[in-house]
């Protein structure tokens, strides 16, 4: 089996979830990923306005479609997103994707250590998550973990990349790529990022 789907020992994830703890990062533990979309939905008040990254992990857990959905909750950025026109309103669509209140999405690793690595191929993402939002929660498979921040770059290189290559290039006709890396060593606004590590393998 490749390493990096290999689902790692309660022992290790309790570990990981102890050490995200002291590096600020709220972090729980579910074992599937039904239970990740409950836990991850009860954690956003009715009426949030919530931005769902692209996330092959939101995808497969059917949470991307329920935050997004006609008649939902909640206020999707990214209704307001597809009504606008990026050749004139580009800077108001970083803004809005910049700065959330809720962002949900998932990350390609993280470290035994409390850290979590993000790549990108256009950076979208990063800034909601670095600063720019008020809440982050992550959906992360439990594959996900890993020994070291070295572990996790090549966790990235030698797996989500290809993966993620692979699924753009269908998708849109044109391949991915790893441009942008952010690397959250601590938070440190409490309560702001939250983690839900899931029994299953989720995503790349």
Same mark, same amino acid.
């Given at each position: &089996? =490749? ?5 790692? #020992? ?5 570990? #990981? ?9 709220? +972090? ?6 039904? @239970? +990740? ?14 931005? #769902?990254?692209?996330? *092959? ?17 909640? %206020?999707?950025?990214? =209704? %307001?997103?597809?009504? &606008?026109?990026?050749?004139? !309103? ?7 994707? +910049?700065?959330?209140?809720? *962002?949900?999405?998932?990350?390609? +690793?993280?470290?035994?250590?409390? !850290? ?6 256009? /950076? ?12 982050? $929660? ?8 890993? %020994? ?7 966790? $990235? ?12 290039? @269908?998708?849109? /006709?044109? /391949? ?11 938070? %440190? !606004?409490? /309560?702001? $990022? #939250? ?10």
């Amino acid at each position: &089996m =490749d390493k990096w789907t290999k689902l790692t #020992t309660k022992e290790t994830i309790n570990k #990981t979830i102890e050490a995200l703890k002291a590096n600020g990062i709220e +972090a729980h533990f579910v074992e599937n990923g039904k @239970k +990740a979309k409950e836990l991850a939905l009860e954690l956003i008040p009715e009426g949030s306005e919530v931005m #769902t990254m692209s996330s *092959t992990t939101l995808d497969t857990i059917n949470l991307s479609e329920e935050v997004n959905k006609e008649g939902s909750k909640f %206020k999707p950025v990214r =209704d %307001k997103l597809y009504s &606008m026109d990026p050749t004139t !309103q580009l800077q108001e669509m970083n803004r809005l994707g +910049a700065a959330p209140q809720y *962002t949900l999405g998932s990350v390609h +690793a993280v470290t035994e250590e409390g !850290q979590v690595l993000i790549a990108s191929n256009s /950076g979208s993402q990063l800034p909601a998550y670095a600063y720019g939002a008020l809440h982050v $929660i992550w959906v992360v498979g439990a594959q996900k973990i890993v %020994k070291n921040i070295s572990e996790g770059i090549k966790r $990235i290189y030698e797996h989500s990349f290809p993966l993620e290559d692979e699924r753009a290039s @269908k998708a849109y /006709g044109i /391949g991915s790529g790893v441009n942008k890396i952010l690397i959250i060593n601590k938070e %440190k !606004q409490i /309560g702001r $990022i #939250t983690l839900i590590f899931v029994n299953e393998k989720l995503g790349f």
